[in-house]
């Protein structure tokens, strides 16, 4: 396993100040105010910070996720119709991915926060009131759009920020903080839901909705820009879809990482989302059990989250990603061994080690972006990578409902070979860069 330190920017050079496309010397005309009428108030670097927790902590406050599956059963859709569903969610989620980062690169990173944030709230106002499978699929598909907006940009906005500070270094600690408060919230949540959805059905998407609405007027307390962008600074001529392809291309350890983020998410979905209910309710756990467990599970993620330089005091980033996502992998694959006591400890265990990864993997592929100007594209190619996957493995399980057991197993023995065949890859790359600067020096 290398034990190369993250790289940063172009190959072996340290992250590049290009900023955002416009005019040379000024800021794209979508983060440029109009007059001097319409300039946000200066914001400090602290209260910067806070924003971004406050936005995170709302927009991923979705109090229906213990019980979807539960609320879908009792509108009358049966399970491969659920999981056919979920498919075309990340279909969607791929088609849409690009052209939401390609959409905040271009016009602002705030503006689609702004974006997400009005999706978000329709989406659930739509599953409240419409409860037909057609309703579900235009639920799914505003939550893949609001997703799609925010999944790029709200990094790329918090990164920005901090590189043009020269703190890019704290990005890691301050995304941790942030999940892990989000995590929090969905707590105390999550432990309750079951019991409100008894009590008013469609509740826990009505909450979704008004946090949602907080989440619009915090993106909307956000500076346009996250500093001000100096004159003397070179910015791209303009934008363009297949200059961010290029760089993609032409960066196999950023396209290595990215197939290394799959694992994380695909794992993390498949046991917190697509299968989570079902798994409790072939141990013998009721609807109210549904929230409290994921309430355990979200408060040891959030634990992890807000802990991950524990993994950088004896191993590198990349290596920290590789060991984390095989214990994820050797998890899965035990669930279906294990009765109800011996699954809530594998989802512990679970839960902390996603925790940890999350913020290390969104560290690494941000230092590998070779020009951030396409930051939020190219993070959201991962996505779409990450989606595609998903929408395979959400296609399957609509197949393979009774053959649950055996989905696990193999995905966490898929899972465990696919990291480390990514491991010997980057392991090969990271000789070759010290190769190539050796030489050149």
Known sequence: MTDERRPAGREGQPPSLSLPAGREGQPPSSERPANPADQPPT???KSIIRLY??????????FWTPVFFEYQKRMGLSDPQIFHIQSIYYILFCVLELPTGFFADRFGYRRSLIWGSVVLVVANLVAGYFTSFGGFVLHWALIALARSFISGASTAYLYEYLRRTNAHEEFKQIEGNARAY????????FAVIGYLMAWKITLPYWLTAASGGVALLIAFRLPVSPVGIRSNEKVAP????????????????????MFQGIVIFVLARVISVNLFQPILGSKGFGIEAYGLVMAGMTLVEAFGSARPIWMRRWFSDVTSVFILSAIMAVTVALVPYFANVGTLVLFGIFSLVTGLSYPIQKQVMNEAIPD????????SCESLIDRAVMAGVAALLEHLTHERDAFLLWVGVGSFFLVLAVQLVLHQLGKSRLTVGVTTS
């Open 43 to 45: 914001v400090g670097k």
């Open 182 to 189: 989000s995590l929090f919230g969905r707590v105390l949540c």
């Open 238 to 257: 303009k934008y363009n879809l297949s200059v961010a392809f290029r760089h993609a291309l032409r960066s196999p350890w950023l396209l290595t990482l």
């Open 53 to 62: 927790y406050f936005f995170q902590f709302s927009f991923t406050l979705l």
């Open 372 to 379: 951030p100007a396409y930051r939020a594209t190219l993070l």
